[in-house]
């Protein structure tokens, strides 16, 4: 594993040169893959990524896109991190809609979360005990260290051995479903684009507080199976060396 890290002037510069590493890692993964399959996460700051990515010029069509997490609404609502990437990224790409494996977050919270893993395992073929490899996951980090939709003191950060679950946010008072850390540290490649003062304490804690992902979810990334690629903004990054 390595992990990596790059600091830019402000969100759009950061989101721009994380979506051009996730294009450069796709076309060297297709060079010995027949498809690949990527996961995306949702929020403001990806919302430039996505713009980025749909700008670029690349043939999607052996790509796969799944989701870290997703807010447990239908797919047309204000809040569905689906509904964020097909307005930015989907549609005007023209990503082929065959490939595109969403969480149905119109469906009850469990079950949602139970289709979602099994078409998961369905995809990457998977025996049991299995866990998949993403060829790239892209995730963000919340003030308070949360990443997907892992916060801190979630039970499900201890699971290992499941691919993806619903969970309660109690803060939020909602439901969403995720992947669960298993999963995330499997990816071959993790791109975690944080940007924002809000996060410069969080950064701070990820890479220099003790390994302790119960109380810093984001940590996750520091015990990836693959390689990890910080892109932050300069606030983002004000409290690290």
């Given amino acids: 594993m ?31 893959e027949a498809d690949v399959a990527m996961a995306v996460s949702g929020g403001s700051t990806p919302k430039l990524m996505f713009e980025e990515l749909a700008r670029v010029q690349f043939s999607w069509r052996r790509v796969h896109l799944f989701w870290v997490d997703e807010r447990c609404v239908p797919p047309t609502h204000a809040d569905s991190n689906y509904g964020l990437a097909e307005r930015w990224f989907i549609e005007p790409a023209q990503f082929p809609r065959s ?32 866990l998949p490899h993403f060829d790239v996951i892209h995730r963000g980090m919340g003030p308070d260290r949360h990443t997907a939709s ?5 039970p499900l950060i201890e699971d290992q051995s499941n691919l993806a679950a619903a969970v309660f946010v109690a803060k939020l008072s909602s439901w969403r479903v995720t992947l669960l850390p298993g999963v995330l540290a499997g990816a071959r490649h993790t791109e975690m684009l944080v940007c924002g003062a809000d996060k410069a304490e969080g950064v701070r804690d990820i890479f220099e507080q003790p390994y302790d992902p ?28």
């Fill in 2 to 32: 390595s992990i990596h890290r790059h600091t830019y002037p402000d969100p759009a510069a950061a989101a721009q040169a994380c979506a051009r590493h996730i294009i450069a890692t796709l076309e060297e993964a297709l060079a010995g």
């Fill in 99 to 130: 490939n595109v494996h969403r969480v149905a977050g119109e469906l009850e919270p469990v079950a949602a979360g139970e289709r979602y893993q099994a078409e998961i395992r369905e995809f990457f073929k998977l025996a049991s005990g299995e």
């Fill in 150 to 154: 892992l916060f801190p003191g979630e």
């Fill in 214 to 241: 119960m109380k810093y979810p984001a940590q996750i990334a520091s015990r990836q199976d693959g390689d990890v690629t910080w892109f932050l903004d300069d606030p983002a990054a004000a409290l690290m060396d």
